[in-house]
Nanobody, 127 residues
Framework: QVQVLESGGGLVQPGGSLRLSCAHS????????MAWFRQPPGKAREFVGA????????SYGDSLKGRFAISRDNAKNTLDLQMNSLKPEDTAVYYC????????????????????WGQGTQVTVSS
């Protein structure tokens, strides 16, 4: 069983920055795809971004590219999410998800394809 752990959430003012980190307990340099999703209060979960180990190229949800940036360390099995210019509408529980499946880019946003999930970390953007 792969365990997934997020860290780095908290309260930040609008326009501020926050960095989230995710680590999984799988084998180092494994072929797992890692992703971030978020669930705003009262809304459905949505795709934030992901990176496949093989490509090293991140994919982002609509409208997030430019403010959010994903980076990955395959040796440490970590996926970081740098969030800049945060807005109140970015308030959500942020989840890290991991899958051993080989996903094509167009499937990265499908949360049903990820079998391992973290508990989530709260991000609140408010003055």
């Amino acid at each position: 069983q792969v365990q997934v752990l997020e860290s780095g959430g908290g309260l930040v003012q609008p326009g501020g920055s926050l960095r989230l980190s995710c680590a999984h307990s799988g084998r180092a340099y494994s072929g797992y795809t890692m992703a971030w999703f978020r669930q705003p209060p009262g809304k459905a979960r949505e795709f934030v971004g992901a990176m496949k180990r093989t490509s090293g190229v991140p994919s982002y949800g609509d409208s997030l590219k430019g403010r959010f940036a994903i980076s990955r360390d395959n040796a440490k099995n970590t996926l970081d999410l740098q969030m800049n210019s945060l807005k109140p509408e970015d308030t959500a529980v942020y989840y890290c998800a991991v899958t051993s499946r080989t996903l094509i880019t167009s499937s990265l946003a499908r949360d049903d394809l990820y079998e391992y999930w973290g508990q989530g970390t709260q991000v609140t953007v408010s003055s």
